[in-house]
Nanobody, 130 residues
């Protein structure tokens, strides 16, 4: 079974940076989409970014495009989310999530924000102070 473990959250001042890591295990083929979503109190879940393990294609939420960068180290089965120019509205619990995307990678990447993810981690808190 796929397991996802996040790390790298914390407290940062507005304008600062953080890098989240998601260590994945149990991946038994190379057609997954792995990414991040966040949940803030009183707000709806937001799909932040994702990346396909097969071809590295990515998708970003409009709210983070240009500030966040997702990347993958396939050898380590680890996905990273580099978050720059953080703002207080980025404060949330960030969850790593994965979906088996066999034969449907492009669709999963395109619709990351609205998918029900097959697997998810326990989350890591990101707090941005003003």
């Amino acid at each position: 079974e796929v397991q996802l473990v996040e790390s790298g959250g914390g407290l940062v001042q507005a304008g600062g940076s953080l890098r989240l890591s998601c260590a994945a295990s149990g991946l038994n083929h190379d057609e997954y989409v792995i990414g991040w979503f966040r949940q803030a109190p009183g707000k709806e879940r937001e799909g932040v970014a994702c990346i396909a393990t097969s071809d590295g294609s990515t998708n970003y939420a409009p709210s983070v495009k240009g500030r966040f960068t997702i990347s993958i180290d396939n050898a380590k089965s680890t996905v990273y989310l580099q978050m720059n120019s953080l703002q207080p509205q980025d404060t949330a619990v960030y969850y790593c999530a994965a979906e088996d995307a066999t034969f449907i990678t492009a669709a999963v990447v395109r619709n990351w924000a609205t998918h029900d993810y097959d697997y998810r981690g326990r989350g890591t808190q990101v707090t941005v102070s003003s």
